[in-house]
């Protein structure tokens, strides 16, 4: 049975011993995983110094790759890093780990690549002179969540794009963290974040919906990650007649929704029970949530 106290992630799994036997890819070669070590010099261990994206396989595909691929590239570019590959090189380096591990269905890597190891442990980039460092951890994953994440409001923001755009999916993840830990010491699983003008705009780690009397609203986009999951969602809405908002939207409008969802490419779509202790809608997964995770999952399967 499970304690509805304890702290549910959206990052959640059911348990797999075979995680423990996995393969990880680790610049070009396919380790054992007690055997794949990076560098105490390395970029990212040292100074959060990468960029980073979570890929999930379903039934033999991995979903949206060029999508993923695409944006860690944009990353990269965006940050000055050389991946020194091209992107069908990175395609290849998922494929072979998938195969080295026997994986067909229901998996996840994160794919992260670094500045790489650096020559004295200091912040300069241009000490960072052998090339970048790339891993690929793939784990036997089915998303499991017990009950309905709650959520609650922080005081940390998703700030502007000048500093550290929200954007970026890098390896500093200090912001998300700090949220995420103030959340849970105020007995929620994860953080609500709002915007540099109070408007609700995502979670400390996927992109955040709301559902008000049959349409679906999320955030203007302005300050959070350009989920993939999200662009989806919002296409997928359009597509089948489902009134969508990108817009600014405030936490009373949070409150008295119908449904709550985040999304990512880890869970999908994952339901909202509770925010800031209100209880939303039934405080269960909504009609639109589950037509939407329904959708989704025909998408993905198309
Ligand atoms: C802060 C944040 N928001 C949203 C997402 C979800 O993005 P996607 O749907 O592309 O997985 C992620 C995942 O990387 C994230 O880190």
Request: aromatic share 6%.
């Given at each position: 049975?499970?304690?509805?106290?304890?702290?549910?992630?959206?990052?959640?799994?059911?348990?797999?011993?075979?995680?423990?036997?996995?393969?990880i890819w680790v610049n070009?070669r396919i380790v054992p995983k007690a055997q794949a070590m990076v560098s105490v010099y390395d970029?990212g261990f040292?100074?959060?110094?990468?960029?980073?994206?979570?890929?999930?396989?379903?039934?033999?595909?991995?979903?949206?790759?060029?999508?993923?691929?695409?944006?860690?590239?944009?990353?990269?570019?965006?940050?000055?890093?050389?991946?020194?590959?091209?992107?069908?090189?990175?395609?290849?380096?998922?494929?072979?780990?998938?195969?080295?591990?026997?994986?067909?269905?229901?998996?996840?890597?994160?794919?992260m690549?670094t500045?790489?190891v650096?020559?004295?442990?200091?912040?300069?980039?241009?000490?960072?002179?052998?090339?970048?460092t790339?891993v690929?951890i793939?784990?036997?994953?089915?998303?499991?969540?017990?009950?309905?994440?709650?959520?609650?409001?922080?005081?940390?923001?998703?700030?502007?794009?000048?500093?550290?755009?929200?954007?970026?999916?890098?390896?500093?993840?200090?912001?998300?963290?700090?949220?995420?830990?103030?959340?849970?010491?105020?007995?929620?699983?994860?953080?609500?974040?709002?915007?540099?003008?109070?408007?609700?705009?995502?979670?400390?780690?996927?992109?955040?919906?709301?559902?008000?009397?049959?349409?679906?609203?999320?955030?203007?986009?302005?300050?959070?990650?350009?989920?993939?999951?999200?662009?989806?969602?919002?296409?997928?809405?359009?597509?089948?007649?489902?009134?969508?908002?990108?817009?600014?939207?405030?936490?009373?409008?949070?409150?008295?929704?119908?449904?709550?969802?985040?999304?990512?490419?880890?869970?999908?779509?994952?339901?909202?029970?509770?925010?800031?202790?209100?209880?939303?809608?039934?405080?269960?997964?909504?009609?639109?949530?589950?037509?939407?995770?329904?959708?989704?999952?025909?998408?993905?399967?198309?």
């Amino acid at each position: 049975m499970t304690d509805t106290a304890d702290p549910v992630t959206t990052h959640q799994a059911e348990d797999d011993a075979r995680n423990e036997q996995i393969l990880i890819w680790v610049n070009g070669r396919i380790v054992p995983k007690a055997q794949a070590m990076v560098s105490v010099y390395d970029s990212g261990f040292m100074l959060g110094d990468g960029v980073w994206e979570g890929i999930r396989l379903y039934d033999g595909r991995w979903a949206f790759l060029d999508e993923h691929i695409e944006r860690l590239f944009e990353a990269a570019k965006a940050i000055d890093l050389d991946i020194a590959l091209t992107p069908e090189q990175v395609a290849q380096a998922i494929f072979d780990t998938q195969a080295a591990n026997g994986m067909q269905t229901d998996a996840h890597a994160r794919l992260m690549v670094t500045r790489g190891v650096k020559h004295r442990p200091f912040q300069h980039p241009s000490l960072s002179r052998s090339g970048p460092t790339m891993v690929i951890i793939m784990e036997h994953s089915r998303p499991k969540i017990p009950r309905p994440i709650r959520l609650a409001t922080v005081p940390h923001l998703r700030g502007l794009p000048m500093t550290q755009d929200p954007k970026l999916n890098s390896h500093s993840k200090l912001n998300c963290i700090l949220a995420c830990i103030a959340a849970e010491k105020a007995g929620a699983d994860e953080a609500l974040m709002l915007d540099v003008h109070g408007f609700v705009n995502t979670t400390n780690a996927c992109n955040f919906f709301i559902v008000r009397k049959g349409e679906v609203w999320t955030s203007t986009g302005d300050y959070c990650m350009n989920g993939i999951t999200r662009g989806k969602v919002i296409q997928l809405c359009r597509d089948n007649g489902i009134p969508v908002f990108e817009r600014n939207f405030s936490l009373v409008d949070t409150y008295s929704a119908d449904e709550a969802f985040l999304t990512g490419t880890f869970g999908a779509q994952t339901p909202v029970g509770m925010i800031d202790g209100r209880v939303i809608g039934s405080g269960e997964m909504g009609p639109m949530t589950e037509r939407l995770r329904g959708l989704y999952k025909a998408m993905v399967a198309a």
